[in-house]
């Protein structure tokens, strides 16, 4: 089946400019998670969706990141008046399974989007 | 902020040769998983490792984790060119607040020369 997609795979923006990541998870996985990777380092974990109710988001960087899943499926990860240090591959990863438990299930992750701000 | 610490950053050897990666980490944890990720591309798993199991193998994959010392390490053998990528550890650690997010450290990148 098809794994975790997710567009554009490559974005480049002007300073100030809005930026919408596209991420679509493997069908019927409950949990979504994003991540930011900056270059040379591992990913860093920015917000939790369960269905469509986001849990946890201690990771986002400030108030212009904002994610969204509304229908439990798609999610949307918004950049509102990017700046460079926004430049980074953005990850996102859906499992099968519910997070934050005693068992833990695998994260599939998508090819990222890099964001490039200029 | 990461968690995990990989050693050595940067590892270069031969075909056929075994790789080794050790990676650290601070806190209490569920289990350690590995993932690779090859230039530009996403990350795949590789392979998981519970808190309460010491060695686990998958193929050309051994992992042990020491719970006392914090530390796993992750063994391929009889590399391949293809093996040539970055190599993550990630802690799921299920601690208030946290919803099993994975906790990467910042990776070993793996060349081997054909």
């Known amino acids: 089946g098809a794994g975790v997609s997710q567009s554009p795979r490559y974005k480049v923006a002007k300073r100030g400019q809005d930026v919408a990541l596209r991420c679509d998870p493997i069908s019927g996985h409950v949990s979504l998670f994003w991540y930011q990777q900056a270059l040379g380092q591992g990913p860093e974990f920015l917000t939790y969706?369960?269905?469509?109710?986001?849990?946890?988001k201690s990771g986002l960087p400030s108030d212009r990141f904002f994610a969204e899943r509304p229908e439990g499926s798609v999610s949307t990860l918004k950049i509102q008046r990017t700046q460079q240090e926004d430049s980074a591959v953005y990850l996102c990863a859906s499992s099968l399974g519910l997070a934050g438990g005693p068992l833990t299930y695998e994260q599939y992750f998508g090819p990222g989007t890099r964001l490039t701000v200029t | 902020s990461q968690q995990g610490e990989e050693d050595p950053q940067a590892l270069s050897i031969q075909e056929g040769e075994n790789a080794t990666m050790n990676c650290s980490y601070k806190?209490?944890?569920?289990?350690l998983q590995w993932y690779r990720q090859n230039s530009g591309r996403g990350l795949v798993h590789l392979i998981l490792?519970?808190?309460?199991?010491r060695e686990k193998h998958s193929g050309r994959l051994r992992v042990t984790l020491d719970t006392s010392k914090k530390s796993s390490s992750l063994l391929i053998t009889a590399s391949r060119a293809a093996d040539t990528a970055s190599y993550f550890c990630?802690?799921?650690?299920?601690?208030?607040?946290?919803?099993?997010?994975?906790?990467f450290g910042k990776g070993t990148k793996l060349s081997v020369k054909p």
């Open positions: 990630a802690t799921d650690a299920w601690y208030g607040g946290s919803q099993g997010n994975l906790i």
């Open positions: 806190t209490s944890i569920n289990n």
């Open positions: 490792i519970r808190s309460n199991e």
């Open positions: 969706f369960q269905n469509e109710a986001q849990l946890d």
